[in-house]
């Protein structure tokens, strides 16, 4: 597609649900990653995939978040037993090439997924 | 570990005035940096970069921006702002060297006065 797209835009969960975010990364795109953004902050990591390679999870905050990207294109963000802290905007992010070639690879963003946990 | 400060939760500046926003950055390496916008109910885009060279970068929308070592900051400047520039500006920071996740500020809101 022409840009990277997530789904869905608005998320409201009761505590203690499980959600799943999706993210349709540009084709051909070989890495993703995933950021949270709170309210009034900037956009924190949580994971980072080369194709079909998570290759960092380090930022995922919690056993309760989970991500994959089974195919080296479509990526899914699952949380588990939602809690109010999560509440945030989940942003999928994609770059041409992998960072194994270059740090300085420019990232394009969906508008994000905003999941709020009453 | 890598960081990045954006001092100013906010600038406001008069519509054809000059305009800054600023950054600085804590990195143990040689950096890439970045700046990207965020317009409401959008994603990021991206501004512009350095990576190495010039210190000056030019960008989109008439946005450039100079990186100074010295002083580990990489402030965006615009000549003359526009009433549309007004958006959440984000400066982020990578590290050389094989896989290096982006580290992303706080975010600056500049708020351009007719």
């Known amino acids: 597609g022409a840009g990277v797209s997530q789904s869905p835009r608005y998320k409201v969960a009761k505590r203690g649900q499980d959600v799943a975010l999706r993210c349709d990364p540009i084709s051909g795109h070989v890495s993703l990653f995933w950021y949270q953004q709170a309210l009034g902050q900037g956009p924190e990591f949580l994971t980072y995939f080369q194709n079909e390679a998570q290759l960092d999870k380090s930022g995922l905050p919690s056993d309760r978040f989970f991500a994959e990207r089974p195919e080296g294109s479509v990526s899914t963000l699952k949380i588990q037993r939602t809690q109010q802290e999560d509440s945030a905007v989940y942003l999928c992010?994609?770059?041409?090439?992998?960072?194994?070639?270059?740090?300085?690879?420019?990232?394009?963003f969906g508008a994000g997924s905003r999941l709020t946990v009453l | 570990a890598q960081s990045v400060a954006q001092p100013e939760d906010q600038v406001n500046v008069a519509e054809g005035n000059p305009l800054t926003v600023k950054c600085t950055y804590s990195?143990?390496?040689?950096?890439?940096l970045f700046w990207y916008v965020q317009y409401p109910n959008r994603g990021l885009q991206f501004l512009l970069k350095y990576i190495t060279g010039d210190n000056l970068v030019k960008g989109s929308y008439g946005f450039e921006a100079e990186f100074n070592k010295s002083q580990t900051s990489f402030h965006l400047k615009k000549p003359s702002a526009l009433v549309s520039d007004s958006a959440l500006y984000f400066c982020a920071v990578s590290l050389r060297g094989g896989y290096q996740k982006v580290t992303f500020g706080t975010g600056t809101k500049l708020q351009v006065i007719p």
């Open positions: 992010a994609s770059s041409l090439v992998g960072l194994d070639f270059s740090g300085a690879n420019v990232l394009t």
């Open positions: 990195v143990s390496g040689n950096p890439y």
